[in-house]
């Protein structure tokens, strides 16, 4: 099972990467992100805690080419040892989201009947809070940290992919695979797991690809409420939320940050895009 | 039929609503630290006068008779006190509200008109160079960190150049910069929103037959496209509000805005349970409210809707 979806998957990313140069430019930061979490300790030019109050908020020099934040820590040195809490964030709250969120729209949608209806009214509830609420609530109740504010998005997201995969299943129960599969004998459980979820994977890969997008944001956001990740953790969010209050006196300090923020959610908002447009033609028909 | 059918749409929302309640409900009482400790310190009143204030606040009831009672009370528009200003909840909510807003239709009438504007552009000539911008341009709006967006406006219009200022509510000065936060973060979500919507009614037969009758492209589609792609612009935009709603929670703290965002925000690190619960109830209501009541506009509006369905 898993070569047959890591090889089209694969084969995807080669054509991903060969379209337009929006699409390889945002493939290549995320690598990039990758890459500089995997060798931080070896790229970062100095330690991301160390504090030295005799150069608090320097603006950028030789020495410290983003400058200095208000504890004299090395501003780039910290972005680099951020990807390390971004991609954990983006990693567990996707998985939380996609793999609760998946199940209950799978079993809901296949099964029907009661349970539908109840489960298709929670997500309708759920899905009138804004997500930043449920995240506030949630953290609220769990206390503040990086690890609570990763269940607050998987949480948040987790309706999206329970509607879209109870959607998805509802279409895919009417096929004839389905119907043959279950005529050969197979069990619900083998059919749902075995032969509807591979055949939705592409949906929910492009999902989680905006997942990803949306849980870099709520978590800088929940980071800059000061409920998110705590000092001294180098999270681009809390780095923001430090730098604001010295904000008149150095910009810099808070510039970098959210502009890193800012090219990574766009660079998964683009890469989610283009695969979209690679499993959907439908949009491409249109446009001719 | 159709009766029935807005009936059954209407009638859909009632255990919606339940389950808000239940959620709002349980959600806040799980919070560490009960009010009084909150309101007293740690060392808290001594017991007589804790117990009567467990009394007075209900906390010293079974939780389902809380729940019942608290449901009771939202309907009944008894929505409590601050634990701390003893202020009506009902009415902070709706002051706050007010700000609230004005806030997001002044920024939504700011996105749309930006957004659509673009999708114009776009849709004129599909795949072309100006599509392809707009299409960044979009994506790039909604990757924005709102608030770090907020803070570099700020930056910019009160810091160096004292145009603006950087907070709070009065005039219209105080409202251009939180506005035009948000309108730039929600523009794409409509710019995408329309051009797929204009495209869709742009394949269709009777755009051919106008463009073959030789009217210009820009006749086509303000005429044609633009009134045929309105209803679904409007109702996915429409559905969408509780987006918007999230980012004002966020643009509200960012320029000390007195909304229901920012109130819900203190009332979390203050445990003021009633404004809590006030607060995120009342969102969630309206978002609610909101979807039903375009649910209902869109089955009026678009009589293959309502034909399909009944």
Redesign the interface.
């Known amino acids: 099972m898993t070569s047959k979806i890591l090889a089209p998957a694969l084969k995807s990313l080669k054509a991903l990467y060969k379209g337009?140069l929006?699409t390889s430019i945002a493939m290549t930061v995320i690598l990039g992100i990758l890459v500089l979490a995997l060798l931080a300790d070896y790229v970062a030019p100095y330690s991301y805690s160390e504090i030295n109050l005799w150069r608090r908020l320097e603006p950028p020099t030789p020495d410290h080419l983003l400058g200095t934040d208000h504890l004299g820590r090395d501003i780039l040195s910290r972005l680099i040892h951020g990807t390390r809490p971004l991609l954990y964030v983006v990693v567990v709250a996707v998985l939380i989201a996609a793999s609760t969120g998946t199940l209950i729209g799978l079993l809901s949608g296949y099964f029907g009947g009661a349970v539908d209806l109840?489960v298709s009214?929670?997500i309708?509830?759920?899905?009138?809070?804004?997500?930043?609420?449920i995240a506030?609530?949630?953290v609220?109740?769990l206390?503040p940290g990086l690890e609570k504010v990763v269940i607050a998005i998987g949480i948040a997201e987790a309706t999206t992919f329970a509607r879209l995969s109870r959607g998805l299943i509802l279409v895919e129960k009417e096929q004839l695979y389905v119907l043959s599969a279950r005529a050969v004998g197979a069990s619900s459980f083998r059919v749902i797991f075995r032969h509807v979820l591979p055949n939705i994977a592409g949906p929910l890969l492009v999902q989680s690809t905006f997942a990803a997008?949306s849980a870099i944001?709520w978590e800088?956001?929940l980071s800059?409420?000061g409920l998110g990740a705590q000092p001294p953790t180098p999270s681009w969010?809390l780095m923001?939320y430090e730098a604001?209050d010295y904000?008149?006196l150095a910009?810099h300090a808070?510039?970098s940050?959210?502009l890193a923020?800012?090219i990574t959610?766009?660079s998964f908002?683009?890469v989610g895009?283009a695969l979209r447009d690679l499993m959907d033609p439908r949009?491409k028909r249109?446009?001719k | 039929m159709t009766h029935g059918y807005i009936a059954y749409r209407a009638l859909l929302y009632v255990p919606t609503l339940f389950i808000i309640l239940l959620i709002t409900f349980s959600l806040v009482r799980l919070l560490p630290g009960d009010p009084i400790t909150v309101m007293y310190g740690e060392l808290g009143p001594p017991p007589e006068a804790r117990r009567a204030l467990e009394e007075k606040l209900g906390l010293d009831k079974p939780l389902a008779f809380q729940f019942l009672l608290y449901a009771y009370r939202i309907f009944t528009g008894d929505w409590g006190k601050s634990i701390y200003t003893g202020e009506p909840v009902i009415e902070l909510v709706l002051r706050r509200f007010v700000a609230t807003l004005e806030l997001t239709a002044v920024s939504l009438v700011m996105a749309s008109a930006i957004g659509i504007a673009l999708a114009y552009i776009a849709v004129k000539r599909p795949n072309s160079l100006a599509d392809r911008l707009v299409g960044i341009a979009s994506v790039a709006s909604y990757s924005i960190p709102v608030f770090w967006w907020g803070l570099i406006l700020i930056l910019i219009f009160s810091v160096n150049l004292k145009l603006l200022p950087p907070g709070g509510r009065g005039g219209l000065e105080n409202l251009v910069l939180p506005s035009l936060t948000l309108a730039i973060v929600n523009f794409g979500l409509i710019c995408r929103i329309s051009r797929a919507a204009m495209l869709e009614v742009y394949s269709q037969d009777f755009v051919m037959a106008a463009k073959a009758r030789g009217l210009s492209e820009r006749r086509v589609i303000l005429k044609y496209v633009m009134r045929n792609a309105a209803i679904a612009i409007v109702t996915l935009v429409g559905l969408r509000f509780g987006i918007l709603m999230g980012g004002a929670v966020i643009t509200e703290t960012v320029f000390a805005y007195p909304g229901v965002g920012r109130m819900i925000v203190e009332g979390i690190f203050s445990r003021d349970y009633p404004i809590i619960f006030g607060g995120i109830v009342f969102v969630a209501l309206v978002v609610m409210t909101v979807n039903l009541i375009i649910d209902l506009i869109y089955l009026a509006l678009d009589p293959r809707v309502r034909i399909a369905r009944s």
Do not use: H, Q, Y
């Open positions: 337009p929006a109840i009214r929670i309708d509830a759920l899905m009138s809070f804004p997500a930043i609420l506030l609530a949630v609220t109740v206390g997008s944001l800088a956001a800059f409420l969010g923001l604001k904000m008149t910009p808070m510039i940050p959210g923020i800012f959610v766009l908002n683009i895009e949009f249109i446009v």
